[in-house]
């Protein structure tokens, strides 16, 4: 078993950055990617973006590039989301997930409990 803790939401104003971590408690052996996804009120889990565990290739979706980056830490098994120009629309529950590598989230094993994320305008 492999328990992810995710840190770092809050809530920010239109414009700002923010880095969210996942802890996870040991490497996801496995497993061959951790992920970011993110759930707005009333909407379908999204995929945000993932990272290879071994050869910290990355994927983001389409709708991610350029503001969002993802990125790990091997040593204590730990992975970021720097997210940047935060907008309203980004205001969501970011999930931490290991498993994939893929963009379904039907694909991952482990879930974190999630960080709230609220953007103001």
């Known amino acids: 078993q492999v328990e992810l803790v995710e840190s770092g939401g809050g809530l920010v104003q239109a414009g700002d950055s923010l880095r969210l971590s996942c802890a996870a408690s040991?490497?996801?052996?496995?497993?061959?990617?951790m992920a970011w996804f993110r759930q707005a009120p009333g909407e379908e889990r999204e995929f945000v973006a993932f990272?290879?565990?071994?050869?910290?290739?990355?994927y983001y979706a389409d709708s991610m590039k350029g503001r969002f980056t993802i990125y790990r830490e091997s040593t204590n098994y730990t992975v970021y989301l720097q997210v940047n120009s935060l907008k309203p629309e980004d205001t969501a529950v970011y999930y931490c997930?290991?498993?994939?590598?893929?963009?379904?989230?039907?694909?991952?094993?482990?879930w974190g409990q999630g960080t709230q994320v609220t953007v103001s305008s």
């Open positions: 040991r490497r996801p052996l496995t497993t061959l990617a």
């Open positions: 990272i290879d565990w071994n050869s910290g290739d990355t």
């Open positions: 997930a290991a498993g994939g590598p893929t963009d379904d989230p039907r694909g991952y094993i482990y």
